[in-house]
C-alpha cells in the first residue's frame, strides 16, 4: 500500500457490507471483507430498491444486472380486505423519477453484488467463514480478529486504518460497543413470506399492500425471467398479529412457515383480481419470522470504527426502505472518507450525516410508516364506500405519502438532477 492511501476491514459480507466495498473500490480505496457463514448463498425472498438508491447503484455500475434480473415496479396501491382500493401511485420511472424502482430477490441482488466485488476487489479479498471476534485500536490504525464460529479457533487477525461493522441486525459488533442492549425488539407482528410463481395480478409489475395494522398482505413479483414466459414470481407477505410470548426467538431465513399457522385468516379475503388461497398454497417456499427491529442509537462511530446498514439501524420493513437506506449509508461513507484526510473526522461526519435521518425511520416505520393509510380507512369506513374508498380525502392521502418520502429522501425533488 502506497504512502497515503487508506485501508479499511468490512465485518459483514451482506448486501451493505459489499456495496460499501465496491463504493469503496471505486473511489480507490482498499478494503477486505470478512462474511461469518462458511458459504455466501442466495437466500431470502424479495426487497425493493427505491430510487435514492438505485441512484447510486447505478453509479457504481450496476444498473444493467439489475434490470437483467429484476422487474421495473410501476406502481404501488393500498387496498382494503374485500379489494376496494385506498391509493394508488405510480413508482420509479411511471412516477418520472430518472431511474427504476426495483423489485427483486434479495438472493439475486446479493450474487450480483457478490460477483462485482470478487471481479473487482479480488476473490482473495472477500473471505468467507470468517466470524468477528474482537478488535483494539491505536492512533494510528485498528486491528479486528476472525474466528471459526463453530471451533472457536483464531482463523485472521487483520490491520487496516479503519472498521465498517455491516454485519446485520444481530451485528457482533454493535454488541461489542452495546453489550446489555439484549435482543431486537419485538413488534407484536408475525411475518411469513413466501415466493409463488402464478399468473400475473393487475399490469405484471405492480406492488400492493392490502387489510390493516392486525392482519396484512402484501406482494409484488421481483423476477423478470418469470416476466418473459408470461409469469409472474410473486414475493408475498402474510403479516398478523401474534402474542409476544410466540416470538421470544432471532428472525431466522431457515424456519419454515405452515400454511395453517395464517392461512385461515385471510379466509374471507376477496380481491377480485388475485386468488389468495392460490398464491399460498401454490407457494415455493414459506418462512416465518418475526417483525423486529433495534432502538437508535445515540453513537456509531469509534475513533477508527463505524457502524453500517441494519447494524446501525434495523427497522420495520414498513415503507420496505431498510436495504436502499443501507445503500446510502456505504455511498455516503465512501464520499467523505474520499474527500478526507482524516480518518476518524470522516467517520463522525458519517454519522452526522446519516444517523439522525436513520433514527426518525426507525420511529416512523414503528407508527407503520406510509402503510398507516390502511389503518387510518380501517377505523374510518363506515362500509359505504364505493370501489374506491371516499373516507379518507385524496389529499391526506398524498400529504401522507409525501411526508414519508422526504423523509426517507426519495421524494423527487430530493432526487431532481442538479442543474
Same mark, same amino acid.
Given at each position: 500500500?502506497?504512502?497515503?492511501?487508506?485501508?479499511?476491514?468490512?465485518?459483514?459480507?451482506?448486501?451493505?457490507?459489499?456495496?460499501?466495498?465496491?463504493? =469503496?473500490?471505486?473511489?480507490?480505496?482498499?478494503?477486505?471483507?470478512?462474511?461469518?457463514?462458511?458459504?455466501?448463498?442466495?437466500?431470502?425472498?424479495?426487497?425493493?430498491?427505491?430510487?435514492?438508491?438505485?441512484?447510486?447503484?447505478?453509479?457504481?455500475?450496476?444498473?444493467?444486472?439489475? !434490470?437483467?434480473?429484476?422487474?421495473?415496479?410501476?406502481?404501488?396501491?393500498?387496498?382494503?380486505?374485500?379489494?376496494?382500493?385506498?391509493?394508488?401511485?405510480?413508482?420509479?420511472?411511471?412516477?418520472?423519477?430518472?431511474?427504476?424502482?426495483?423489485?427483486?430477490?434479495?438472493?439475486?441482488?446479493?450474487?450480483?453484488?457478490?460477483?462485482?466485488?470478487?471481479?473487482? &476487489?479480488?476473490?482473495?479479498?472477500?473471505?468467507?467463514?470468517?466470524?468477528?471476534?474482537?478488535?483494539?485500536?491505536?492512533?494510528?490504525?485498528?486491528?479486528?480478529?476472525?474466528?471459526?464460529?463453530?471451533?472457536?479457533?483464531?482463523?485472521?487477525?487483520?490491520?487496516?486504518?479503519?472498521?465498517?461493522?455491516?454485519?446485520?441486525?444481530?451485528?457482533?459488533?454493535?454488541?461489542?460497543?452495546?453489550?446489555?442492549?439484549?435482543?431486537?425488539? /419485538?413488534?407484536?407482528?408475525?411475518?411469513? !413470506?413466501?415466493?409463488?410463481?402464478?399468473?400475473?395480478?393487475?399490469?405484471?409489475?405492480?406492488?400492493?399492500?392490502?387489510?390493516?395494522?392486525? =392482519?396484512?398482505?402484501?406482494?409484488?413479483?421481483?423476477?423478470?425471467?418469470?416476466?418473459?414466459?408470461?409469469?409472474?414470481?410473486?414475493?408475498?407477505?402474510?403479516?398478523?398479529? $401474534?402474542?409476544?410470548?410466540?416470538?421470544?426467538?432471532?428472525?431466522?431465513?431457515?424456519?419454515?412457515?405452515?400454511?395453517?399457522?395464517?392461512?385461515?385468516?385471510?379466509?374471507?379475503?376477496?380481491?377480485?383480481? &388475485?386468488?389468495?388461497?392460490?398464491?399460498?398454497?401454490?407457494?415455493?417456499?414459506?418462512?416465518?419470522?418475526?417483525?423486529?427491529?433495534?432502538?437508535?442509537?445515540?453513537?456509531?462511530?469509534?475513533? !477508527?470504527?463505524?457502524? $453500517?446498514?441494519?447494524?446501525?439501524?434495523?427497522?420495520?420493513?414498513?415503507?420496505?426502505?431498510?436495504?436502499?437506506?443501507?445503500?446510502?449509508?456505504?455511498?455516503?461513507?465512501?464520499?467523505?472518507?474520499?474527500?478526507?484526510?482524516?480518518?476518524?473526522?470522516?467517520?463522525?461526519?458519517?454519522?452526522?450525516?446519516?444517523?439522525?435521518?436513520?433514527?426518525?425511520?426507525?420511529?416512523?416505520?414503528?407508527?407503520?410508516?406510509?402503510?398507516?393509510?390502511?389503518?387510518?380507512?380501517?377505523?374510518?369506513?363506515?362500509?359505504?364506500?364505493?370501489?374506491?374508498?371516499?373516507?379518507?380525502? !385524496?389529499?391526506?392521502?398524498?400529504?401522507?405519502?409525501?411526508? /414519508?418520502?422526504?423523509?426517507?429522501?426519495?421524494?423527487?425533488?430530493?432526487?431532481?438532477?442538479?442543474?
Amino acid at each position: 500500500m502506497k504512502q497515503g492511501e487508506k485501508n479499511g476491514i468490512i465485518v459483514g459480507g451482506g448486501l451493505v457490507g459489499l456495496t460499501a466495498a465496491l463504493a =469503496l473500490h471505486q473511489k480507490g480505496i482498499a478494503a477486505q471483507v470478512f462474511e461469518s457463514v462458511e458459504e455466501i448463498k442466495p437466500l431470502g425472498v424479495g426487497i425493493n430498491l427505491l430510487p435514492h438508491s438505485v441512484v447510486n447503484l447505478s453509479k457504481l455500475g450496476l444498473l444493467d444486472d439489475l !434490470r437483467k434480473v429484476a422487474i421495473e415496479t410501476s406502481s404501488l396501491a393500498y387496498f382494503s380486505a374485500d379489494g376496494k382500493t385506498i391509493w394508488k401511485e405510480p413508482r420509479g420511472l411511471a412516477a418520472g423519477y430518472e431511474v427504476p424502482q426495483f423489485s427483486i430477490h434479495r438472493g439475486d441482488f446479493h450474487m450480483i453484488l457478490l460477483e462485482h466485488a470478487r471481479q473487482r &476487489l479480488g476473490a482473495e479479498n472477500i473471505k468467507s467463514g470468517h466470524h468477528f471476534a474482537d478488535l483494539s485500536q491505536s492512533n494510528e490504525n485498528v486491528t479486528a480478529t476472525f474466528i471459526d464460529r463453530k471451533s472457536g479457533d483464531e482463523k485472521a487477525r487483520v490491520t487496516g486504518d479503519f472498521l465498517i461493522g455491516a454485519d446485520g441486525i444481530n451485528s457482533t459488533l454493535r454488541q461489542h460497543y452495546y453489550p446489555t442492549e439484549g435482543a431486537p425488539k /419485538y413488534s407484536g407482528q408475525m411475518l411469513w !413470506r413466501g415466493v409463488t410463481e402464478m399468473d400475473p395480478f393487475l399490469d405484471g409489475r405492480s406492488m400492493f399492500m392490502a387489510g390493516h395494522n392486525d =392482519l396484512k398482505l402484501v406482494a409484488y413479483p421481483i423476477r423478470k425471467e418469470s416476466a418473459t414466459r408470461g409469469k409472474s414470481y410473486i414475493n408475498w407477505i402474510a403479516e398478523r398479529r $401474534m402474542p409476544s410470548d410466540l416470538a421470544e426467538r432471532q428472525g431466522d431465513w431457515n424456519e419454515l412457515g405452515l400454511l395453517g399457522e395464517f392461512q385461515g385468516e385471510f379466509s374471507d379475503w376477496d380481491l377480485g383480481w &388475485l386468488d389468495i388461497q392460490e398464491l399460498f398454497e401454490n407457494a415455493i417456499s414459506i418462512h416465518k419470522f418475526p417483525m423486529i427491529d433495534r432502538d437508535p442509537l445515540p453513537k456509531w462511530s469509534f475513533e !477508527r470504527v463505524t457502524l $453500517m446498514g441494519d447494524a446501525a439501524h434495523a427497522m420495520y420493513p414498513n415503507g420496505s426502505n431498510g436495504v436502499s437506506q443501507g445503500v446510502l449509508d456505504a455511498l455516503t461513507f465512501t464520499d467523505i472518507l474520499a474527500s478526507s484526510s482524516n480518518i476518524t473526522e470522516a467517520l463522525q461526519a458519517y454519522e452526522r450525516a446519516r444517523l439522525e435521518p436513520t433514527s426518525k425511520i426507525i420511529l416512523a416505520n414503528r407508527q407503520t410508516g406510509p402503510e398507516q393509510v390502511m389503518q387510518m380507512v380501517h377505523e374510518t369506513c363506515s362500509g359505504h364506500c364505493g370501489p374506491v374508498h371516499s373516507c379518507i380525502s !385524496r389529499t391526506i392521502l398524498e400529504d401522507v405519502a409525501l411526508k /414519508y418520502k422526504k423523509l426517507a429522501g426519495f421524494d423527487r425533488q430530493s432526487l431532481a438532477p442538479s442543474k
